[in-house]
């Protein structure tokens, strides 16, 4: 009798996981947005990306609800950093200039601290696409066009000896309301500013002949779950695709923050 129980409780835990999995599998794919849009998204590469104290090399975004979940942070500066604050912005041009959505996050602690010249993967759900489509321009009512990219970038940084330092990037700060739909940022008061310098991440010479360009593209499953797969990029990052997962890196920089294994 208490076998028979226990066959009975498995094949129901069985099915609930079935039916688990596949529900998460359909709302990957039945909740995207109708039309001709595609998705990607990576470090920021504005001017002066790369002298910023703390620069985004790396970021990882998930199918489920097109979420950015992970992001690889190299600090720069001459101080360790004990949690940073990440602005994104959402383009649909080449050049990542023409901004149509853009937020904040909270400050997000670190792990442990980055030292100097170190980095850190920061697991946070940064933003979900789907979550924004209905803001994004439309042809058609409820149609997205458009080849979409969210750029990731830290604006706020707090250092271990409890001094802070802040900077807008320029697409958000110059940004014409008229044409971008901006979520303006208020920074709150910083308790003391910080005093240090900054070793801009440098490029080897040569290096970026052999630098893949490619980034992470969403496949749209047409009723079956979601994918990614890596197409060309103009800009100096790699792809690092895991399927359901996918990473866009700077060329050069440090490991990527995807593991597929």
């Given amino acids: ?47 002066g990306y790369n002298s910023r104290p703390a620069m985004v090399s790396s970021v990882m975004t998930h199918t489920q609800r097109i979420t950015v979940t992970k992001v690889q942070v190299v600090n720069n500066s001459s101080l360790p950093i004990s949690a940073v604050k990440f602005t994104w912005i959402v383009t649909d041009d080449p ?65 271990s000896d409890g001094s802070s330092w802040e900077d807008m990037i320029s697409e958000v700060a110059n940004s014409d309301e008229k044409e971008a739909t901006v979520q303006r940022v208020a920074f709150r008061k910083l308790p003391r500013i910080a005093k240090f310098s900054v070793t801009p991440f440098a490029v080897p010479a ?6 893949a360009k490619q980034k992470c593209s969403l496949i749209q499953g047409q009723g079956l779950p979601s994918y990614y797969t890596c197409i060309e990029s103009g800009l100096n990052e790699f792809c690092t695709n895991c399927h359901t997962f996918c990473c866009n ?6 490991p990527p923050g995807c593991s597929c294994s």
């Fill in 1 to 47: 009798m208490k076998r028979l129980a226990c066959i009975a409780i498995g094949i129901v835990l069985t099915f609930a996981l079935t039916f688990s999995t596949n529900n998460t599998q359909a709302q990957n794919s039945t909740n995207l947005p109708s039309g001709k849009w595609t998705f990607t998204a990576g470090p920021y590469f504005g001017d």
């Fill in 95 to 159: 050049t990542c200039q023409r901004v149509l959505l853009s937020g904040t996050t909270q400050l997000v602690p670190t792990a442990k601290e980055i030292k100097p010249g170190g980095y850190s993967n920061i697991s946070f759900p940064v933003v979900s696409f789907l979550d924004l489509a209905s803001r994004l321009p439309q042809k058609e009512k409820g149609k997205l066009e458009g080849d979409f990219r969210i750029s990731v970038a830290v604006t706020e940084i707090a250092f």
């Fill in 206 to 211: 040569g290096s970026l002949t052999l630098c």
């Fill in 249 to 254: 890196s700077i060329c050069n920089g440090p």
